[in-house]
């Protein structure tokens, strides 16, 4: 083995150097940082425009009100205090001319007023609100406007009623119902609930996401450089003093460390950017968008043992990528050659979504334990699992073996198929194909 991967420096430099020097990758590489250095003030930007009163464009309402619960004298005040200076005036009926002309007078001259109808017809109460569909009135200060809105009229329909605080807060109060199973002694049997909160859920599942995406571009730049060198010959002059095992290994650590210098880049300028803003803005977003919850969760040894998976699952997909893209000869036929690299990630993906919805669903189950082992999904499953502590011991010391297992198989199996097709010229090599190369 020691012969075989003899040379793999030359190529991991070759391939780096040659990858950080070309044209796309620079571009790219600009365009994310560009974008990691903007997304803080855009963030801040959004955040000014959904906070900020100044923008709020409704100052006029015609009400009407066939059940008495509007109160001018509450609805007002409480609009206010949300943003909106609001004068109130009494519209016309629903149905009728003056009503339709009091629509016709807001959608073409008054086209920062709302019509408010409250009706109850069918039973319920119901508010509805037009306005102009012309004029700077935009639906999501409208919905705003809503939630105030019907918060002041919950408020008048209890004042109607007589009802005081008291008894609104027991009207709200929450019922809780509790079904319990007892042993034939009366014994309570404790039934204990292993399913994870929706925040967790959702975590696990943005971390499924990463990691397949980091998996992606290590894979497809591994599976670029080699049908790029394949297609230009460059790879028949290493093949001189190199074994082919050696080159497959030199290029996926050069990829790695190709990704790894984007993800860090990111990290650092959206770090400065952010520190920046913060200073102009006085808010902070990155600690915005990084619950205190998640920190709370994260220690340095799940944050090792999350990197070491996801290490190792660049380096599966990557070698399985550069496999995948030796069997074709040209660039046009890499989509196609790409098909087997492209399946098994998006089996090892669903796997793991599903995994993380039945954790939702039903806690700690057979599917959930098999998405952890499974060496296809547990790169993008147990990062996630490890730091929610769903991922027992056990669980991750035998998926780490199960992982650098399948890892090393592919290894051999590339260093018994790789060198014919590293320089095989002609239609894509099919699965079938490559075990018989093996034998």
């Keep these: 083995m020691k012969n075989k991967l003899s040379g793999w420096k030359d190529v991991f430099s070759f391939t780096l150097t040659q990858t950080l020097k070309s044209k796309p990758f620079i571009v790219s590489f600009v365009i994310m940082m560009v974008l990691?250095?903007?997304?803080?003030?855009?963030?801040?930007?959004?955040?000014?425009?959904?906070?900020g009163n100044e923008n709020y464009t409704i100052t006029k309402m015609y009400v009407y009100d066939e059940t008495g619960y509007f109160n001018e004298d509450t609805v007002v005040p409480m609009l206010k205090d949300g943003g909106w200076e609001?004068?109130?005036?009494?519209g016309a009926a629903p149905l009728d001319k003056e009503y339709e002309e009091l629509c016709a007078r807001v959608d073409k001259s008054e086209t920062s007023a709302v019509i408010?109808?409250?009706?109850?017809?069918?039973?319920?109460?119901?508010?509805?609100?037009?306005?102009?569909?012309?004029?700077k009135i935009k639906r999501a200060e409208l919905t705003a406007f809503e939630q105030v809105l019907s918060e002041a009229l919950e408020e008048c329909r209890y004042n109607v009623l007589g009802v005081d605080k008291e008894q609104r807060e027991l009207l709200s109060a929450q019922i809780v119902t509790n079904v319990s199973h007892s042993d034939i002694n009366g014994n309570v049997i404790e039934n204990e609930d292993t399913s994870i909160s929706s925040f967790e859920y959702y975590f696990l599942y943005a971390l499924v996401f990463i990691g397949m995406m980091i998996c992606m571009m290590t894979g497809?730049?591994?599976a670029t450089s080699v049908v790029v060198e394949k297609s230009s010959k460059v790879v028949e002059y290493l093949l001189t003093t190199i074994k082919p095992l050696a080159i497959i290994v030199g290029k996926v650590l050069a990829m790695l460390c190709v990704v790894v210098t984007e993800i860090v880049g990111l990290i650092v300028v959206f770090a400065v950017s952010n520190a920046i803003t913060g200073q102009k803005t006085g808010e902070n977003m990155l600690a915005n968008l990084i619950s205190p919850e998640v920190l709370g969760m994260l220690s340095p040894l799940n944050i090792a043992l999350g990197l070491v998976f996801i290490t190792l699952g660049m380096v599966f997909y990557a070698t399985l990528a550069g496999l995948a893209g030796a069997t074709v000869s040209r660039m046009e036929e890499m989509g196609e050659g790409l098909l087997i690299f492209t399946i098994t990630m998006l089996v090892g993906l669903y796997i793991g979504v599903g995994a993380a919805s039945s954790l939702l669903g039903a806690g700690d189950n057979p599917f959930a334990m098999f998405a952890m082992l499974f060496p296809l999904s547990s790169p993008f499953l147990m990062p996630g699992a490890i730091?929610?502590?769903?991922?027992?011991?056990?669980?991750?010391?035998?998926?780490?073996?199960?992982?650098?297992?399948?890892?090393?198989?592919?290894?051999?199996?590339?260093?018994?198929?790789y060198e014919v097709l590293i320089v095989?010229?002609?239609?894509?090599?099919?699965l079938k194909q490559l075990f018989k190369m093996r034998s």
């Design 387 to 417: 730091v929610i502590g769903k991922a027992p011991l056990w669980i991750t010391v035998v998926s780490l073996l199960l992982l650098v297992g399948l890892v090393a198989l592919l290894f051999w199996f590339v260093a018994r198929v």
């Design 220 to 222: 497809s730049q591994v």
């Design 86 to 90: 609001v004068q109130v005036a009494q």
């Design 36 to 51: 990691a250095l903007v997304a803080s003030p855009v963030m801040s930007m959004i955040s000014d425009v959904d906070s």
């Design 424 to 430: 095989h010229n002609g239609n894509r090599i099919k």
């Design 116 to 135: 408010l109808s409250i009706t109850a017809k069918e039973g319920p109460v119901e508010a509805f609100l037009e306005y102009s569909g012309s004029g």
